[in-house]
């Protein structure tokens, strides 16, 4: 066993976002997202064969969905995104590292 700490974070300045994937069992990984600024590139889309429930830890954050909603996140907000629902991030906090926790299920077992 090793104990780690989500806020164990990386330098002030990243040139891209940072994904670690910190737990993976048939059907379910568990990444830790650290962005600063980031945002998705502009025309892409996350279109997902599995559901992702997300979870922000600190800085703030702007999802954007196809359907053309935005969902303004501060820490401690989570939700669950379903498979092919369309999304991006729209914008990550300038200020300050945001740290985010994904949970992907049904992923990489070929049960979607």
């Known amino acids: 066993m090793q104990r780690q700490n989500l806020f ?8 891209q976002e940072l994904c670690e994937t910190l737990l ?10 650290v962005s600063h ?10 279109d ?9 830890l600190s800085g703030s954050a ?3 969905f196809e359907s053309g909603e935005l969902m303004p996140l ?12 369309r999304h991006r991030v729209e914008s990550t906090d300038k200020r300050q590292q945001s740290v985010w926790l994904a ?9 979607r």
């Open 37 to 46: 600024a980031h945002t998705t590139p502009p025309g892409e889309w996350y």
């Open 24 to 33: 993976q069992r048939q059907g379910v990984r568990l990444e830790r997202i």
């Open 74 to 85: 501060t820490p401690g907000d989570h939700l669950l995104i379903p498979a092919h629902c």
């Open 8 to 15: 164990n974070l990386t330098p002030q300045r990243l040139p």
């Open 103 to 111: 949970l992907h299920l049904g992923a990489d077992d070929g049960t």
């Open 62 to 64: 702007t999802l954007k």
């Open 48 to 56: 997902q064969a599995w559901d992702e429930w997300v979870v922000l």
